[in-house]
Nanobody, 123 residues
């Protein structure tokens, strides 16, 4: 199986920056799409940004031009650089990975989630 460990959340003032990291470990055969979702209190989890194994990226409209997603395939790690943060960006951010894992009988694909990291944007 796969474990996703996030880091980099915290408290930042409006206009500030944070960088989230998510490292994947386990019986990984291949990491496909990786990304970040977020969930604010009383709302549903929403897509923030995703990056495919070939580096193709996709962002939700509200973060375009402010957030940058990237990945280091050698380190099985995905990053989210968040600049010009706004109060409405405050949420728990979850790392996501679509991974093909090694099993007793071969390989199989599963979706995995991190435990979440809190991002607070406040003066």
């Amino acid at each position: 199986q796969v474990q996703l460990v996030e880091s980099g959340g915290g408290l930042v003032q409006p206009g500030g920056s944070l960088r989230l990291s998510c490292a994947a470990s386990g019986t990984i055969f291949r990491l496909n799409t990786m990304g970040w979702y977020r969930q604010a209190p009383g709302t549903q989890r929403e897509l923030v940004a995703i990056v495919s194994s070939d580096g193709t990226t996709n962002y939700t409209d509200s973060v375009k031009g402010r957030f940058t997603i990237s990945r280091d395939n050698a380190k099985n790690t995905v990053y989210l650089q968040m600049d010009n943060l706004k109060p409405e960006d405050a949420a728990v951010y979850f790392c996501y990975a679509d991974a093909r894992v090694i099993t007793t009988w071969g390989t199989k694909e599963y979706d995995y989630w991190g435990q979440g990291t809190q991002v607070t944007v406040s003066a």
